[in-house]
T-cell receptor, first 110, second 115 residues
């Protein structure tokens, strides 16, 4: 079975501070990992995926297979980063089904 | 590109009636569409996977006779909530995946309120 865990329901930081949103997964094979973001009153949108190894809006995430983690990081948080963040996984045999974590509400204070 | 729309954006219906929600991929062909349910400030719960031209695959615990899914074309999937009850009130979100990749594109969601 595949599972995604985001241990923090809420995370608050001040503008300019570093932020890390934690994500751990369990899957026996090689999964695809994603981070999705949902801004207030907007649809869910893809932030980044591990296979592209890109940085979007200053966010990066590295897949650590040893620790089965895919933490999302940004060195200097901005107020506009306040949103709900979901870590998600696609397993090799799941026919493209996304398994979402519980989500983390990030609030960046001025 | 890769825009997914849902209609209606919100709907209020009386208990016992049925309501249909449409999900469309506007600029790509979606071989697979997914239907999710989201409770306030909670994660998305996958309800079913819909492949064009075939029966939907429902997740465990989701009543297929209550949540009818049809994927009649490569750009349209519908979710019909039959004999709706107040406990069916929720935010329903669809996503679509093109035949070109594994990324899912999400619709804006439909707020259903059953009175």
């Amino acid at each position: 079975a595949q599972r995604v865990t985001q241990p923090e329901k809420l995370l608050s930081v001040f503008k300019g501070a570093p932020v890390e949103l934690k994500c751990n997964y369990s899957y026996s094979g090689s999964p695809e990992l994603f981070w999705y973001v949902q801004y207030s009153r907007q649809r869910l949108q893809l932030l980044l995926r591990h296979i592209s190894r890109e940085s979007i809006k200053g966010f990066t995430a590295d897949l650590n297979k040893g620790e089965t983690s895919f933490h999302l990081k940004k060195p200097f948080a901005q107020e506009e980063d306040s949103a709900m963040y979901y870590c998600a996984l696609i397993g090799g045999t799941s026919y493209g089904k996304l398994t979402f974590g519980q989500g983390t509400i990030l609030t960046v204070h001025p | 590109g890769a825009v997914v729309s849902q209609h209606p954006s919100w709907v209020i219906c009386k208990s016992g009636t049925s309501v249909k929600i449409e999900c469309r991929s506007l600029d790509f062909q979606a071989t697979t569409m997914f239907w999710y349910r989201q409770f306030p400030k909670q994660s998305l719960m996958l309800m079913a996977t819909s492949n064009e031209g075939s029966k939907a695959t429902y997740e465990q615990g989701v009543e297929k006779d209550k949540f009818l899914i049809n994927h009649a074309s490569l750009t349209l999937s519908t979710l019909t909530v039959t004999s709706a009850h107040p406990e069916d009130s929720s935010f329903y979100i669809c996503s679509a995946r093109s035949h070109k990749g594994r990324e899912q594109y999400f619709g804006p969601g439909t707020r259903l309120t059953v009175t």
